[in-house]
């Protein structure tokens, strides 16, 4: 009797793999897929495999922000639902068109959980490509931001002392010597951040830093290295000088590096985020026309720690400097001095470089984030103009936070796109 219950069992086991393995095999692809691909949780994933893969072709050239959410083209009619915020795209494709930059770009991202809220490139004559992408921008003084971190790893102080003369434009041998005769000025490190004082940086990295130590914080912070996107984004580059005034310009912010307005932001979210790197993404979903292939990511992804807190928060104690008495002051104040982001402290790194030729192009960058201690959004402007010009990065920049806290109701922020001086979305 035993041995007759056993083979109905086996039976029954049989039968029941016969009757459910071809519905099985109709969603073998999909499973396939999932067990193929490890995620961690909340991250992206592919819902059914597909060839080429889902992101393939994505175009963020071509977003189309009538819609909500706002969409943009990929492989074979496929559709990318993206985390972009429609109302911001517009404002920033309109800031660069109204100062009719010849090129430019704004990368705006959620401090929090990584989404990128405006992915706009912007070219005034010939065919759009991507500039959010691409790295063909020198860093400028934006790097100062790498020099000045490893500085304060290396046991500086955003309060350091250094006194200088000259570096206004170029860096030469004798702007390299401390004399105190000829040395009239002196600046704090935060100072000389906010400022972009050059020759401050030049001396301080040739008497703390190495090639080495500074090669290493700038791999760390995303030089020279691939960082995860949802398309592929152009490595920013960088070839460290072996002679020591070559280096000391270098970690100045002349020449040798270049920088896409996508690490920009990455860069401006880490320092944000306390010295954690965590991964930035656009695309929410993509379908075929069948269905869902792809989820994004869902739940705030670190990708790594790249500097102590207390780093980071030095860093920040030196960028606050660009809004609140530097470089970015007449941008973010109106001509009485009055800030066009009222209670609301901005922290921020100007950079500006022209390539040697006189129709440019003309450089100008702005990197930061907001509030500065409690912050909500990090932001890259770049803009790349001629010989004539209306409008710098930093203009860019303000406009668009502007447009971000008036939406939010900040208290005494006005919105830039409205002539009545009325919050945005309320």
């Keep these: 009797m035993r041995e007759m219950r056993q083979w109905i069992a086996v039976g029954a086991a049989v039968g029941l793999v016969?009757?459910?393995?071809?519905?099985?095999?109709?969603?073998?692809?999909?499973?396939?897929?999932?067990?193929?691909?490890?995620?961690?949780a909340g991250g992206p994933k592919i819902t059914r495999t597909v060839t080429p893969p889902p992101l393939t072709d994505l175009d963020l050239t071509r977003i189309d922000d009538?819609?909500?959410?706002p969409t943009a083209p990929a492989h074979g009619g496929r559709v990318a639902e993206l985390?972009?915020?429609?109302?911001?795209?517009?404002?920033?494709?309109?800031?660069?068109?109204?100062?009719?930059?010849?090129?430019?770009?704004?990368?705006?991202?959620?401090?929090?959980?990584?989404?990128?809220?405006?992915?706009?490139?912007?070219?005034?004559?010939?065919?759009?490509?991507?500039?959010?992408?691409?790295?063909?921008?020198?860093?400028?003084?934006?790097?100062?931001?790498?020099?000045?971190t490893a500085l304060v790893e290396a046991g500086l102080s955003?309060?350091?002392?250094?006194?200088?003369?000259?570096?206004?434009?170029?860096?030469?041998?004798?702007?390299?010597?401390?004399?105190?005769?000829?040395?009239?000025?002196?600046?704090?490190l935060t100072q000389a951040m906010g400022r972009s004082i050059n020759t401050v940086f030049a001396r301080l990295?040739?008497?703390?830093?190495?090639?080495?130590?500074?090669?290493?914080?700038?791999?760390?912070?995303?030089?020279g290295q691939d960082t995860p996107f949802d398309v592929n984004v152009a490595t920013s580059t960088i070839a460290l000088p072996e002679d020591e005034l070559g280096?000391?310009?270098?970690?100045?912010?002349?020449?040798?590096?270049?920088?896409?307005?996508?690490?920009?932001?990455?860069?401006?979210t880490t320092v944000a985020n306390g010295g954690e790197m965590i991964r930035l993404h656009v695309v929410s979903s993509v379908k075929d026309e069948i269905g869902e292939i792809y989820q994004g990511v869902s739940e705030r992804q670190v990708l790594k720690r790249v500097m102590d807190e207390s780093t980071a928060s030095a860093v920040t104690t030196m960028m606050e400097a660009t809004v609140d008495n530097g470089t970015s002051y007449r941008s973010f104040h109106d001509r009485n001095g009055r800030a066009y982001l009222p209670d609301i402290r901005v922290a921020g790194k100007?950079?500006?470089?022209?390539?040697?030729?006189?129709?440019?192009?003309?450089?100008?960058?702005?990197?930061?984030?907001?509030?500065?201690?409690?912050?909500?959004v990090a932001i890259s402007v770049m803009v790349a103009n001629g010989a004539k010009w209306r409008?710098?990065?930093?203009?860019?920049?303000?406009?668009?936070?502007?447009?971000?806290?008036?939406?939010?109701?900040?208290?005494?922020?006005?919105?830039?796109?409205n002539r009545t001086g009325s919050t945005a979305r309320r």
């Design 247 to 268: 280096f000391a310009r270098t970690a100045a912010g002349f020449w040798n590096t270049t920088l896409s307005p996508f690490q920009a932001a990455n860069l401006a």
């Design 66 to 69: 009538r819609r909500s959410p």
């Design 350 to 376: 100007t950079g500006t470089l022209t390539k040697p030729t006189p129709e440019g192009p003309f450089y100008t960058w702005f990197v930061g984030f907001a509030p500065s201690r409690k912050p909500e």
């Design 158 to 188: 955003p309060n350091t002392k250094q006194c200088y003369s000259g570096g206004e434009h170029s860096i030469r041998p004798a702007d390299m010597i401390d004399n105190k005769r000829r040395d009239k000025y002196c600046a704090t």
């Design 83 to 148: 985390t972009i915020d429609p109302m911001y795209q517009r404002a920033a494709i309109g800031f660069l068109r109204a100062g009719r930059v010849p090129e430019g770009a704004v990368v705006m991202t959620d401090i929090r959980t990584g989404k990128v809220l405006v992915w706009a490139s912007y070219v005034h004559e010939g065919a759009l490509h991507d500039v959010a992408a691409e790295a063909t921008a020198p860093s400028a003084s934006v790097f100062k931001i790498v020099t000045g």
């Design 391 to 417: 409008v710098k990065a930093t203009n860019v920049a303000c406009d668009m936070l502007r447009t971000y806290f008036a939406d939010k109701g900040a208290p005494g922020v006005t919105d830039p796109n």
């Design 205 to 223: 990295a040739a008497k703390n830093l190495d090639h080495e130590k500074l090669g290493a914080v700038a791999a760390k912070l995303g030089w």
């Design 18 to 40: 016969a009757v459910t393995l071809p519905m099985l095999r109709e969603h073998d692809v999909q499973l396939g897929g999932l067990l193929a691909k490890k995620t961690t």
